[in-house]
Antibody, heavy 122, light 108 residues
Framework: DVQLLESGGGLVQPGGSLRLSCATSGITFSSYAMTWVRQAPGKGLQWVSSISASGRDTYYADSVKGRFTISRDTSTSTVYLEMNTLRADDTALYYC???????????????WGQGALVTVSS | SYVLTQPPSVSEAPGKTARITCGGTNIGSKRVHWYQQKPGQAPVLVMSYDNDRPSGIPERFTGSNSGNTATLTISRVEAGDEADYYCHVWDYSSDGGVFGTGTKVSVL
């Protein structure tokens, strides 16, 4: 059974930092790209970042570029999202998702976690 | 940046056909995926690569993509189909993912 479990969410002040983790199981982690998608309260889905299966290639939405860093650890089958200089408009539920295709992102997202809530407020 | 536009809402009576559109410049040249999201739940993939239905998704769900519009069609709509639906593509020109604005499907 495929499982994706996000953790690390919480309340942080503007300008602060947070690191989200997404622990996976039931997949050959090293074969698949992974993606983070967020959803602000009452709003739609927004693509945030993706990382290739090898970890060599990373991709970011313009709104987070230079502030967020995606990475992955094959030894623990975990993908991370390091978030710095957080702003109020980063407040959202952050989902981790597995790419359906092998290697590079840009395919369908066939498995999703339940999300980690990030609240940026003073 | 690439923009995908969906109607905010679609309503249909049970047993009828609901069509959800996703508009984008030359979207027919891209591979479109669709997700269903029910309240308080994570999104679920219901259609990939324009018209490929994942295992477990009813045959009532079909997809098409041509020109500037992709469409997710739900035939014989049921109360359990009530949800938000999002289209999704990868934009190779900007090297990033793009989601549509989302459509709330209501079954009357």
């Amino acid at each position: 059974d495929v499982q994706l479990l996000e953790s690390g969410g919480g309340l942080v002040q503007p300008g602060g930092s947070l690191r989200l983790s997404c622990a996976t199981s039931g997949i050959t982690f090293s074969s698949y790209a992974m993606t983070w998608v967020r959803q602000a309260p009452g709003k739609g889905l927004q693509w945030v970042s993706s990382i290739s299966a090898s970890g060599r290639d990373t991709y970011y939405a313009d709104s987070v570029k230079g502030r967020f860093t995606i990475s992955r650890d094959t030894s623990t089958s975990t993908v991370y999202l390091e978030m710095n200089t957080l702003r109020a408009d980063d407040t959202a539920l952050y989902y981790c998702a597995k790419e359906e295709g092998l290697g590079t992102p840009g395919t369908a997202l066939d498995y999703w976690g339940q999300g980690a809530l990030v609240t940026v407020s003073s | 940046s690439y923009v995908l536009t969906q109607p905010p809402s679609v309503s249909e009576a049970p047993g009828k056909t609901a069509r959800i559109t996703c508009g984008g410049t030359n979207i027919g040249s891209k591979r479109v995926h669709w997700y269903q999201q029910k309240p308080g739940q994570a999104p679920v993939l219901v259609m990939s690569y324009d018209n490929d239905r994942p295992s477990g998704i009813p045959e009532r769900f079909t997809g098409s993509n041509s020109g500037n519009t992709a469409t997710l069609t739900i035939s014989r709509v049921e109360a359990g189909d009530e949800a938000d639906y999002y289209c999704h593509v990868w934009d190779y020109s900007s090297d990033g993912g793009v989601f549509g604005t989302g459509t709330k499907v209501s079954v009357l």
